[in-house]
């Protein structure tokens, strides 16, 4: 049986991960920062079930700044595929508590590959890099050769980590790798994100729970894509016979205006009568229209997109709609 192990587990990716190895027959374990929380998390329908929680699903208390539990709790797993995808998760929080960030996203990658680099058997390792590690490139769409040019302590650290792996993998022959994935999205999105923001102001004023939206740029431009082909894709990277870096990406740009009408329209609402715009929640550095090219993926993965922006928007809107 190959066995997982997977950071970050409750979040968004990581609790689409684990459905995608547990469907595969694999032993998945899981690092939990907040045990007290699973009962409203992402994996809670996992964690309730007798039969997948203690018998194929392992979850395992911890943080990144216990290096020497970590290194105890990976080395019983014995994993043979390592999934690193914790870490704060906000551009623009990190502008506000840079320190943090880098700690929690560098040196906690820094971490996990040391620990890995000692395993008597080190599994293949994926990190979950972004977009925002080029920050405002000099061309696009970008692929896995455009310059890294962070513009927040996110995407620094971020490229950190990335370098990281790649640095691991030429020095010490490890299987190491980086997904570069650009923004994904779904119902189970946290609502820091101004997708979700937009998805559930929809749902709620559609139900008379909320009466306007407040929002800051309108034009901002993103590559969305639905999260459970990026969590497929990471996959399919460590099954590769060779472990390299990819983009995972759509190729294709919306603005947030995009995200809205389409988020209002689908539950019958006209956007303009209820967003309004506010000066303070401008980011002053906002990187430029990144857009992902996947042909790599496309190529040497056989990746592919399953979903269309107008879906992705219509279903996380469905997913608050039944929330209510």
């Given at each position: 049986m190959q066995k997982a192990f997977i950071t970050g587990i409750t979040g968004q990716d990581g609790s689409y991960l684990a459905e995608l190895l547990l469907s595969k027959d694999y032993e998945v374990h899981g690092l939990v920062h907040r045990p007290d929380g699973l009962a409203a998390s992402n994996i809670r329908h996992?964690?309730?079930?007798?039969k997948i929680l203690n018998q194929r699903l392992f979850l395992h208390n911890g943080s990144f700044e216990d290096a020497t539990h970590l290194r105890r709790v990976i080395s019983r797993a014995q994993p043979n595929e390592f999934y690193h995808l914790a870490g704060q998760s906000s551009p623009r929080l990190s502008l506000e508590l840079p320190e943090a960030t880098v700690d929690s996203i560098g040196m906690g990658t820094l971490r996990m590959l040391e620990i890995v680099r000692d395993l008597s058997s080190p599994p293949r390792f994926l990190y979950?890099?972004?977009?925002?590690?080029?920050?405002?490139?000099?061309?696009?769409?970008?692929?896995?050769?455009?310059?890294?040019?962070?513009?927040?302590?996110y995407g620094a650290a971020k490229a950190f980590s990335q370098h990281s792996a790649r640095i691991y993998r030429i020095a010490y022959q490890l299987?190491?790798?980086?997904?570069?994935?650009?923004?994904?999205?779904?119902?189970?999105?946290?609502?820091?994100?101004?997708?979700?923001?937009?998805?559930?102001a929809a749902a709620r004023i559609k139900k008379g729970l909320q009466k306007e939206l407040v929002l800051g740029s309108l034009?901002?431009?993103?590559?969305?894509?639905?999260?459970?082909?990026?969590?497929?894709?990471?996959?399919?990277?460590?099954?590769?016979?060779?472990?390299?870096?990819?983009?995972?990406?759509?190729?294709?740009?919306?603005?947030?205006?995009?995200?809205?009408?389409?988020?209002?329209?689908?539950?019958?609402?006209?956007?303009?009568?209820?967003?309004?715009?506010?000066?303070?929640l401008l980011v002053n550095v906002e990187p430029i229209a990144p857009c992902g090219n996947p042909g790599k993926a496309k190529l040497l993965l056989g990746w592919k997109n399953t979903l269309s922006f107008e879906h992705l928007v219509a279903r996380m809107v469905d997913g608050e709609m039944q929330q209510l």
């Open positions: 996992l964690v309730s079930d007798p979950a890099s972004s977009s925002e590690v080029f920050g405002s490139p000099p061309h696009s769409p970008q692929d896995e050769l455009t310059p890294l040019n962070p513009t927040t302590p299987q190491t790798c980086s997904a570069i994935l650009y923004n994904h999205e779904s119902p189970r999105r946290s609502t820091n994100f101004v997708t979700m923001k937009i998805a559930r034009t901002g431009r993103r590559d969305w894509g639905w999260a459970p082909d990026y969590v497929l894709g990471m996959w399919l990277m460590l099954q590769a016979e060779t472990v390299d870096d990819f983009v995972l990406a759509t190729g294709r740009l919306n603005s947030v205006e995009d995200f809205t009408r389409i988020a209002f329209s689908h539950v019958d609402l006209n956007w303009r009568d209820y967003v309004r715009q506010d000066a303070g």
